[in-house]
């Protein structure tokens, strides 16, 4: 079971947050790493198999043969999967299956995205208490592996004390707090007096979040820890943008991360266009130059690679997979 004690963690973030990103942070000094999250449906559609040529645990959706969540021996007690849910039986089943693959099972309670809000999933959770600590209570009742949940803050710092009281009861290990309501977006100040208000009058650790604006370095982290009295910090967008701010040495230049990430998302077999939307937020302004147009063209890991000098070794990689028959690729599906 992970200690959420000290520590430095990549924060979960659809689609930035699959495999080749988790281990380009933990290898740049992250200490934990969440996944993106996962919706409970969709997961209990998938089948656990061993893929024996990457090393990697696959789940596999049975309807269109995608990739729900890879996930490999290097992470196994650092990763923790996040999910996203409104029911406690489905969230159960999910962290059954996957139960002795990851080091903690999350559920967002933050989301304000209409998606989720109208599945009764993500921040609508924090409107019923009585709901979320339930599915909390289940999952604590019956899982050998950690449970925690990560919230945005209420209105005021109180109300935000009585939700998260109610949540730690039910046993979870930690509790990640956004620094920002559910009407709130990410240019708005994040409010780092609630987080601390809580995280002194609690008996679990606190994961502060929303200060990547401020995050422009690694000492930078240290600072927001410092702001929100918190036992531990969980970074976003630093992390989407350069994910070598986990690295106590220092940044690195764009081009040598994005060059270790390619090298992981070929190594790993990553869908192109995962590997594409990575790139492009690592990128960001830089996409309107001519080398950043050639890259919006690609579409193949090849191309992609070739752009940062890996395209002999992406290919020699993917002939050496297909001579092995590999299966369960992202190729499946269009
Ligand atoms: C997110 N966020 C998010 N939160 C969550 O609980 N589950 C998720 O799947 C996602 N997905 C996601 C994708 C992307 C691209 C971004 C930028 C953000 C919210 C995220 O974890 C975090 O709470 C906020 O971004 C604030 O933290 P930072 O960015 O200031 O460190």
């Keep these: 079971m992970p200690s959420y004690e000290n520590k430095i963690i990549l924060a979960p973030m659809v689609r930035i947050g699959t495999l080749p990103m988790r281990l380009l942070a933990l290898r740049y000094g992250a200490d934990l790493v969440y996944t993106e999250e996962l919706i409970d449906w969709k997961f209990l559609r998938s089948k656990r198999r061993y893929n024996d ?3 990697t645990v696959d789940y596999v959706d049975q309807t269109d043969g995608t990739i729900v969540f890879r996930t490999c021996n290097e992470e196994k007690d650092k990763v ?3 999910l996203g849910t409104c029911s406690a039986e489905r969230a ?5 299956l996957v139960e002795k693959d990851v080091a903690a099972i999350d559920i967002n309670m933050g989301c304000p995205k209409e998606f989720s809000i109208k599945g ?3 921040v609508a959770l924090l409107a019923q208490p ?5 599915i909390l209570k289940t999952l604590v009742d019956n899982l050998s592996i950690s449970v925690t949940c990560k919230i945005r803050i209420l209105q005021t710092p109180e109300e935000t004390l009585e939700v998260v009281e109610k949540l730690v009861s039910s046993g979870i290990k930690a509790i990640g707090i956004h620094g920002r309501t559910r009407d709130e977006r990410p ?3 994040v409010h780092t007096d609630v987080i601390k208000y809580v995280a002194e ?3 679990v650790p606190v994961i502060a979040n929303g200060g990547s604006k401020e995050i422009e370095k690694h000492s930078d982290i240290y600072k927001f820890k410092e702001m929100t009295g918190c036992s531990s910090v969980m970074i976003a967008r630093a992390a989407e943008w350069n994910c070598s701010i986990f690295r ?3 940044l690195l230049p764009m081009d040598t991360v994005i060059e270790e990430y390619l090298k992981l998302a070929v190594e790993y077999d990553n869908s192109p266009s995962n590997t594409k939307y990575c790139i492009q937020n690592i990128l960001r302004d830089l996409q309107d130059t001519p080398r950043g147009r050639q890259f919006l063209d690609c579409q193949t890991l090849e191309q992609i690679c070739s752009i940062w000098g890996l395209g002999e070794f992406c290919r020699e990689t993917q002939v050496s997979y297909q001579k092995r028959g590999i299966q369960g690729r992202w190729q499946v599906t269009p």
């Design 53 to 55: 040529i990457l090393n």
């Design 80 to 82: 923790i999967l996040q």
């Design 92 to 96: 159960l089943k999910v962290a059954k």
């Design 120 to 122: 009764g999933m993500g």
């Design 130 to 134: 009585e709901k979320a600590y339930n």
């Design 187 to 189: 240019q708005h100040a």
């Design 201 to 203: 009058r609690i008996s």
């Design 248 to 250: 106590k040495e220092g």
